[in-house]
């Protein structure tokens, strides 16, 4: 039973990790359009709103690319937080894990807030890198978070959830007492 349950858990932990990879560099490439089609100031200076209006009339493809881009956030968001409501909930030994979905999560909601101060101060070019820059730290942080939750591959009857999800070293190194026995599991 408690097997099964680890393996649910397995299974939703990637399914929100690669969402937020995925979600995350399709919200980048919107934002990119944003930038190079003018876009901007799609939405006026208005923010959260969009012109002043929660549905705003769809008349100008400035406002329609500006709207998505801060529509697809909801969709980051969604995949973000079930990451790290996961790891919270069900990998609390697993730091590595608990550590980048906590800081993806954070800094998700800066982003949101620099996303605002750039729409507000009408698209100044220092506020608007450090927007692409943090964007592309966010799609790092993310990625590395994929990789911790990389399921261990050689799987040994005894071996626990927090074993499988051990982040950054390689499954061979932290299984092996010494440097020859973990190559006599790599060379056949
Ligand atoms: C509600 C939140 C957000 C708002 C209001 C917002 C607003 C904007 C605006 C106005 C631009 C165009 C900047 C310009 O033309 O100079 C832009 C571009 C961009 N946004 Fe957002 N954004 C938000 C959230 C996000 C998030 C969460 C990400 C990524 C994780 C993101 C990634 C980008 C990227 C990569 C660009 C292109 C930057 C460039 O090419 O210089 N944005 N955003």
Redesign the pocket.
Known sequence: MARKNWKNSDGLLRVFAYGSVVS?YI??VI??Y???S????GCGES??LCEGAVFPSLNRPELVI?LS??LF?FV?GVFVLGTAVVAWTGYRKASNIVLLSTTSLVA?IA??ML??V??TTS?NPVV??A??A??SA??AMVLIDIASAKPFKNKSPGSTKVQRFHGWQSPVLRSSSTPSSACSRILP
């Open positions: 995350t919200l980048i934002g990119g944003v930038t190079t003018n876009s901007g100031l923010w959260p500006e881009h801060r956030n980051v998700l982003q949101v996303g605002m750039t729409v698209l608007s890198d927007h692409l943090l964007a966010i799609l």
